[in-house]
Structures are given as C-alpha cells and as structure tokens.
T-cell receptor, first 113, second 114 residues
Framework: GEKVEQHESTLSVREGDSAVINCTYTDTASSYFPWYKQEAGKGLHFVIDIRSNVDRKQSQRLIVLLDKKAKRFSLHITATQPEDSAIYFCAANPNNAGAKLTFGGGTRLTVRP | EAAVTQSPRNKVTVTGGNVTLSCRQTNSHNYMYWYRQDTGHGLRLIHYSYGAGNLQIGDVPDGYKATRTTQEDFFLLLELASPSQTSLYFC?????????????FGPGTRLLVL
C-alpha cells in the first residue's frame, strides 16, 4: 500500500523566515495531497491541499509544490509567525480511493521570536 | 465548519478491559474514520465507513471493531484492550464525492491501558 514519508521530524525557524516541510510518497496512482495542522492538545485541521493536475498551489502564506516524477511534495510557509508553531502532517490519497488518506509521521515546527 | 465530537476525552482501563469510544458528526458527511496517533507513526487509519451499517478495514485494524449505527455516529470498540492500544484516538468525517475531500477531525480521546 501507499507509504508517505515526512522527512523532517522537527524544524525550527526564526520568525519571518520561511519553513519548508518535505514529503515523499510511493504510489504513483495517488492524486490528492492535503496538509493538516495540529496545535497543542487539539485535533488536526486542514490547511491546504494540491491535486495531481497542478504542480503549485498558494493560499496566502502557504505554498504547496508537487513533483509527480519524483513523487515528492512540499509545504512552504513564508513569513512565519509564532502562531505557525504546530505539528504539520502531509497525506496522500492512494489509488483514487476517494476517502482513504495515508499520513506522514508529522513535523513539529517551532517558530522562534 | 464541520463539527465532530468525541467521548470520552480521556479513558483509563486495564488489560483485558472492554472500551467503547464514541464519535458524532453533525454535518451529514457520508464518510467517517477512526485513527490512532502515536509518536513517530503519525496517524494510522484503523477503520472507516461510508454510511450507516457500512464498515471498511483500515491499515491497522487488529484488535479493533467498529460500528456505524447512523450517519452521525461511529463507534470504536476494543473488546480485550492491551497496553499496545494505549494511544491518542481521533475520529474524522468527510463528504467524499463532492468538491471537498477535507477531513474534519474531532478533539481526540486519550486512552491508557494499564
């Protein structure tokens, strides 16, 4: 089955700098790649996604890049703020399953003042 | 925004105990999911369902049963709890088939099996 690897388990950046979190996946049929954010003591909430028909998507300070050839996608957070500190999870939808997501292991992002 | 609630929020049981975790969503989503979250493993899908009476096997189903009694309610059952099932459990729902595949998560249930 699909496997999603999240390369950075922790990441620390200075406020105002950019943060980049990288993920790779194994199933070439995967077509939907969402990102979720988990703040301390809370459940996950959706932040941005990308589908395989595009290679870049931006929503305010968040940019997602998708390289289907390399089976790699990444989340870029620009102009980081303290409230960006959280655990970020990437995920992939294997085999166009419609519902099922396979998650990466998570990246704990700390934005230092 | 979709509302997903879970109960209890915390649970302690002993090895061999019987535990039921409850999840309710109030946005008429067709899909519901149970995940467990463990350090280093991210979220792993236990079971999911696309409607009342339906159950689909996830990636880590061993030791777990689930039942979807209504569109709103999805239960996770641990009939003989083991310490390896100590974890943080999340329920989620989504409206697959529409324009959004976003999963909406509940606040989580922390389970400790002694």
């Amino acid at each position: 089955g699909e496997k999603v690897e999240q390369h950075e388990s922790t990441l620390s950046v200075r406020e105002g700098d950019s943060a980049v979190i990288n993920c790779t996946y194994t199933d070439t049929a995967s077509s939907y790649f969402p990102w979720y954010k988990q703040e301390a003591g809370k459940g996950l909430h959706f932040v941005i996604d990308i589908r395989s028909n595009v290679d870049r998507k931006q929503s305010q300070r968040l940019i997602v890049l998708l390289d289907k050839k390399a089976k790699r996608f990444s989340l870029h957070i620009t102009a980081t703020q303290p409230e960006d500190s959280a655990i970020y999870f990437c995920a992939a939808n294997p085999n166009n399953a419609g519902a099922k997501l396979t998650f990466g292991g998570g990246t704990r992002l700390t934005v230092r003042p | 925004e979709a509302a997903v609630t879970q109960s209890p929020r915390n649970k302690v049981t002993v090895t061999g105990g019987n535990v039921t975790l409850s999840c309710r969503q109030t946005n008429s989503h067709n899909y519901m999911y149970w995940y467990r979250q463990d350090t280093g493993h991210g979220l792993r899908l236990i079971h999911y369902s696309y409607g009342a009476g339906n159950l689909q096997i996830g990636d880590v189903p061993d030791g777990y049963k689930a039942t979807r009694t209504t569109q709103e309610d999805f239960f996770l059952l641990l009939e003989l709890a083991s310490p390896s099932q100590t974890s943080l459990y999340f329920c989620a729902s989504s409206d697959v088939g529409g324009s959004q595949d976003t999963q909406y998560f509940g606040p989580g249930t922390r389970l400790l099996v002694l």
